[in-house]
């Protein structure tokens, strides 16, 4: 496994670090524990040392299962968690409204208060069974919270031994140049935006900018949840509680054109490095200027070892070229879906009479 510094951190991190969104439960359909430990256990074997995670996966249960698989091996790895999405705090502008696995409801809220992020802090230590977190990432920007305080508190918990760096996630430009203005000598470390083959927003500004000033890029969803494995048929139906049932991305229409391309182009670069489909597209985001790794979940110890082995697959520029370029050309529908649950769905139909 190739590893890259994170910024100006001091942090050396794989390229491929395991996202634990999944291993949460919500949003995905719900998750097999053991499974998931597993998981975890594969991918520090195979090198994918790193694991990502934040207290609203599974809100608390993605740590909590973290936590239990690493009894035994943290100094094996590197922990990466965040702070900023309360839902059992009334404060803070509403984030988004979800049912967790349970059937409770949960008003998540954008919180970045200095009280809040100790609390989150503290309560990250236990889930995970340790003393320090290697890169706290602040999830969201909060607008009800000056950056500035947000990032003081973060300051002194470094000094006090709970955090190693400190990042954030889902910053634009300006939010960046104020969350290091904040920071005074501390190095900004990372910031963390979605991109992949089909979502390459931050080309445009966060890139350069991160290039110019050396904060680490970790990028989240190369795979674009499993839609760029090449293994999501347009007939694939997901369940209501997972997410993807609601992603434009995940319309038929678009998972045509995306398996379309996948087979015409990126099929015969997978044949030439024997690889899968899967595996090219997360190359392909790590060969791109800028990027310092990528995170993609894992739920089984096959889908663990198969994403760090994506780290060591060395695209040619024509390759990164072709696969660019086809998917450039695409023309997704990305409006937004709307589930309704089956609670809503009968509402509509006495309203409308039918």
Not at 242 to 266: H, I, M
Request: with cysteine; aromatic share 6%; glycine share 8%.
């Amino acid at each position: 496994m190739r590893h890259a510094d994170l910024g100006r951190s001091g942090l050396r991190i794989p390229r491929v670090v395991f996202g634990a969104w999944a291993i949460g439960g919500w949003g995905w359909g719900g998750a097999d524990d053991e499974a998931s430990m597993r998981a975890i256990h594969a991918s520090i074997d195979a090198g994918a040392n790193a694991f990502d995670t934040a207290p609203v996966y599974g809100f608390g249960r993605s740590e909590e299962v973290l936590g239990r698989a690493l009894r035994g091996r943290r100094d094996e790895v590197l922990l990466l968690t965040k702070i900023g999405l309360r839902w059992d705090d009334l404060r803070g502008e509403i984030s988004f409204d979800t049912v967790d696995d349970d059937g409770t409801r949960r008003v998540v809220r954008r919180n970045a208060r200095a009280d809040s992020v100790r609390l989150e802090v503290e309560r990250s230590l236990t889930r995970l069974g340790t003393e320090t977190i290697d890169l706290l990432q602040v999830h969201w920007p909060d607008p009800a919270t000056p950056v500035a305080e947000t990032m003081e508190t973060l300051v002194a918990l470094r000094k006090e031994g709970k955090l190693r760096a400190i990042g954030v996630s889902n910053f634009d430009v300006p939010s960046l140049k104020a969350a290091q203005a904040a920071l005074g000598d501390v190095p900004l470390a990372s910031t963390q935006p979605k991109f992949s083959l089909v979502v390459r927003d931050i080309e445009r500004d966060v890139l350069p900018h991160c290039a110019r000033q050396s904060i680490g890029v970790i990028v989240y969803s190369p795979l674009e949840q499993g839609l760029l494995s090449g293994k999501v048929t347009s007939s694939r139906a997901f369940v209501e509680k997972d997410g993807r049932s609601r992603r434009a991305t995940f319309k038929s229409a678009n998972r045509d054109l995306v398996n379309g391309v996948l087979e015409r182009v990126a099929r015969p670069i997978a044949r030439a490095h024997d690889a899968t489909l899967a595996r090219v597209a997360i190359a392909w985001t790590l060969a791109q200027p800028g990027i310092t790794a990528a995170i993609v979940g894992a739920r089984t110890p096959e889908q663990a070892r198969e994403n760090a082995a994506a780290a060591d697959i060395q695209l040619s520029p024509d390759e990164e070229l072709a696969l660019r370029t086809a998917f450039e050309a695409l023309s997704l529908d990305l409006r937004r879906t709307v589930a309704f649950s089956a609670r809503v769905k009968g509402y509509l139909a006495r309203l409308l009479g039918r």
